[in-house]
């Protein structure tokens, strides 16, 4: 039994690519690291950077091919060839134009070649089958991964698992029910954005029980940190209309807080950083 109930449970992560090395996390990439340390050795010359179609959040994938570039750099190794396959129009479109011709920029003078509106599906003997594009040459790909709704038992849901929620977090077709983070049809699956989406909740429920605040929809800002190999790239804008150009692609944070947490929000931020201080 409840009186109000936040779905709060993230996302299944699934392997996307078949054939390809799947990113989990940063604290499961020991396969990426040899694919890096391949190249490094020369044993291989081409490797491709990619992600499923869907709601998955890209920008890892981009970090990961920095990452790369910076180490090898630093090696002295000249011959690897490195390559982002995305199915986005431009490297990290949501952000914004501004901040997407940063990335671009900045993929650019690395030599990171990028090819963009590229579906993969399977890579096999050094080819990448994408779609509708043609196949990428590759000695190794490394994909993120897909993500799938949990489909929790008589919680609504679509076909891909997600809950469908209205513009203040309720799930639709429930009473005193709302659901938050990756769980939900919102398409863009990232830290920042679930905690607004959390405030919006917080908010509704306030406002059902008497309180005296305002109910607001949401109106999501994309914060997001880039680490290159070398400074981070801190980008930023609103994902709705109605707000002219917000696209920004800065050296330094734009917005308030600790500036090396990955998630930018009201409380989880300071909160996460202060638990950093204190585990330090």
Known sequence: AYDHLIVACGARLLASVPGAVIFWGVADDGRVQDVVRELREGKL???AFTMPGGGTWALPMYELA???ESELSKQGVRDASLVVVTPEDA???LFGRAASERVAELLAERGIEVVTGAVPIHFEEGQLATSPR?????DAVISLPRMEGRRIGDVPHDLAGFVPVDEQARVRGM???YAVGDATTFS???GGIATQQADVAAEAIAAELGCDVEAEPLDPVLRGVLWTGAKPLYLSGYLAGGHGETSIAS???PWDGAA???IVSRYLTPFLDQASRSAV
Do not use: T
């Open 91 to 93: 490297p990290l479109h």
């Open 66 to 68: 920095l990452l790369a």
């Open 251 to 253: 050296d330094e944070p």
């Open 260 to 262: 090396e947490g990955k």
């Open 134 to 138: 043609a196949a990428i040459e590759a």
């Open 188 to 190: 863009v699956k990232q």
């Open 175 to 177: 009473q005193h029910a």
């Open 45 to 47: 010359h081409r490797v």
